[in-house]
């Protein structure tokens, strides 16, 4: 799936609208099919980002060039998961709790060992529901 986006990447213009690309993402994301906002954008985040971290060295020109891919491949999805209160994307699963937290977790950005122990156990939890 991110050899068939970071293709995609490549070749559109930078100068398009990076909606197109951020569609892909998430239309190419197998787990995607959830009525679940968060879920969703999690799956597309993750997907554009291993897109982008895949293209070749010789893909970014320019600072520009490398905004402007940042932008088509994960760059809404980041956009939407940085907005605060209620402009977060909503969780509506428990696929989606579980997304939220392994993403919290993979981020690698929780100081509290406390904290970052009890979302393990409660993703551990979750995993084995479904």
Do not use: W
């Amino acid at each position: 799936m991110a050899e068939h986006i970071c293709n995609t990447l490549l070749n559109t213009p930078t100068t398009a609208s990076a909606a197109p690309a951020f569609d892909l993402v998430l239309a190419s994301s197998h787990k995607a099919a959830l009525n679940d906002p968060l879920f969703n954008t999690l799956e597309a985040y993750h997907a554009g980002k291993q897109a982008f971290e895949a293209l070749p060295d010789g893909a970014f020109n320019s600072e520009q060039t490398g905004n402007e891919l940042l932008a088509k491949s994960y760059g809404l999805a980041q956009e939407a998961l940085m907005r605060s209160g209620q402009d977060t994307p909503k969780t509506t699963s428990l696929r989606g709790v579980s997304a939220a937290i392994r993403h919290a977790l993979m981020e690698g950005e929780l100081i509290d060992v406390t904290a970052e122990n009890a979302l393990r156990s409660a993703l551990a939890y979750l995993e084995e529901q479904f």
